[in-house]
């Protein structure tokens, strides 16, 4: 009894094991978030949809350009003659009478139209299309932030979560030895038959506890699949990011509203907007188009011209008087979208400073519980070292043993749990703050360019296939 004493105060003395070095091909929580940047699908598609914004400054800007189209005609003419005479529309006898005369007259060409002046229709809109560019690339920039944190969080969470089931099967082992010393006690008459009971019920139970953690772990695997694309490698204990935590909330909050990509984004649709009004106004405005055209005729009509070139120019000034008063909806429409994206800005600085404030909040409490909690621990395990010499000379029960026991269970969980809550804590400060990114975290990965495919597509006339040849 005393070598089983000793061992599992060794066993409780020792620190839990956090992951130490690990195996060559582990995953740091860094290099899980590097994966996400890369793999995640909800964030690639979230830059092919950024892609598909470039392309409306290329729309927009086709109202600069000419339209050019080409035709052709085929227009065939019948004549019935006087079924009397025989003769034709202009008094000469060429067929039988009651006959038909067929001329065909076929015609091709091509015609050039420009828009000259719109009412600054088409500028107004190329400016909403580049402002509506900038705010995806910030929104893009939000998702990314999202996405390494909800990375950061999924490592954390399996972190704490092999923690737990590593304790909880530490637990199994001692109540085992412990249901092995009451059945020991009982046999030699120093025990009875309720401590067995108190320890086959516990150590049930905590098979019961073992087997929720177990599951709880596989779930927190399966969302780190869906976040990273791979399957988890030699986690260990992540630390927070304590050095690049803020000074004081101030700052903090000063920073997130000026670098928060989600407000930048806001910020670019009430630019986006703001040009959407002018635009509308400018259906008011008169409007100049010139338009040519080159035309080929070619006919078998003898009685007139059938074989000659045309070349037109027109030019054609249009003032907008009434035009059943779409204009006037689509102004005022303009205008409250305008008011607003204005509103969305101000619910967008008021989240994201809530969400920093909670997340320090948060990082500041989980700090104090992992000290509350390790001085618990330090406490629970020299009680129950006493407890268990109180049990062996019959000053104190079995299910004082077993209580002593819960009380070092818990306290080692709650220090998994709030090493988590530590962690992904500082994640979401940073995550908060606009600068959890992959330069801020020195990722091993490339950024991704979104300038690159926007200048490769704003100013293309032509083309089908996409920069990456779709």
């Known amino acids: 009894m005393l070598k089983f004493r000793l061992a599992m105060l060794a066993a409780l003395a020792a620190p839990v094991a956090l992951g130490g070095a690990g195996p060559a091909s582990a995953d740091s929580i860094y290099d899980a978030m590097a994966k996400a940047y890369e793999n995640n699908p909800d964030l690639n598609a979230a830059r092919a949809g950024l892609r598909a914004t470039d392309e409306g400054v290329t729309i927009a800007k086709a109202g600069f350009r000419p339209q050019i189209s080409a035709f052709a005609s085929n227009t065939q003419n019948k004549y019935d003659l006087d079924p009397s005479t025989g003769k034709d529309f202009v008094g000469n006898v060429t067929q039988i009478p009651g006959e038909r005369v067929n001329f065909v007259t076929k015609q091709t060409g091509i015609t050039i139209t420009q828009q000259i002046f719109d009412g600054f229709q088409t500028l107004n809109n190329v400016r909403a299309a580049e402002a509506n560019v900038y705010a995806t690339r910030a929104a893009v920039k939000a998702r990314e932030i999202q996405i390494l944190l909800s990375a950061a969080e999924g490592y954390a969470n399996i972190a704490r979560d092999q923690q737990i089931v590593s304790i909880r099967k530490q637990n199994i082992a001692f109540l085992e030895e412990q249901l092995k010393a009451s059945n020991a006690r009982l046999q030699v008459g120093e025990g009875t038959r309720t401590d ?12 019961a506890i073992l087997a929720s953690a177990i599951f709880q772990l596989k779930r927190s695997e399966a969302v ?14 992540p630390k927070p990011l304590s050095k690049l935590m803020p000074k004081n909330i101030d700052s903090a909050v000063a920073v997130a509203i000026r670098e928060h990509p989600s407000i930048i984004s806001s910020e670019y649709q009430i630019d986006a907007a703001g040009f959407q009004v002018k635009s509308a106004e400018g259906a008011m405005l008169p409007g100049v188009v010139v338009q ?12 007139s011209l059938n074989n ?14 009434y035009q059943g008063g779409a204009e ?11 008011a607003q994206q204005r509103l969305v800005l101000d619910s967008a600085r008021l989240e994201v400073q809530q969400i920093l404030v909670t997340a320090i909040a948060q990082y500041e409490a989980a700090k104090a519980v992992i000290s509350a909690n390790s001085t618990q621990l330090a406490a629970s395990k020299m009680a129950l070292s006493g407890v268990i010499e109180e049990r062996n000379v019959g000053q104190a029960t079995t299910l004082d043993v077993l209580n002593a026991q819960a009380n070092v269970l818990n306290a080692r969980e709650s220090i998994a749990q709030s090493q988590r809550d530590a962690v992904v804590a500082s994640f979401s400060v940073l995550a908060a703050m606009g600068n959890l990114t992959v330069e801020t975290t020195n990722l091993k990965v490339a950024v991704y360019d979104a300038d690159k495919h926007y200048k490769k597509v704003k100013d293309k006339w032509f083309g089908l296939r996409t920069v990456d040849g779709r």
């Not at 000659?308 to 008087?321: E, H, Q």
């Not at 006037?328 to 305008?338: D, N, V």
Request: net charge positive; glycine share 8%; hydrophobic share 35%.
């Open 224 to 237: 780190y699949v869906q976040i990273v694309g791979e399957a988890p490698k030699g986690i260990s204990q």
């Open 328 to 338: 006037y909806g689509q102004i005022r429409q303009a205008k409250e979208r305008l």
């Open 196 to 207: 067995v009971s108190l320890s086959e019920a516990q150590l049930a139970q905590s098979k």
């Open 292 to 303: 040519g055209q080159l035309s080929r005729t070619v006919g078998d009509n003898p009685y």
């Open 308 to 321: 000659y070139n045309s070349a037109t120019f027109t030019a054609r000034l249009n003032v907008p008087i």
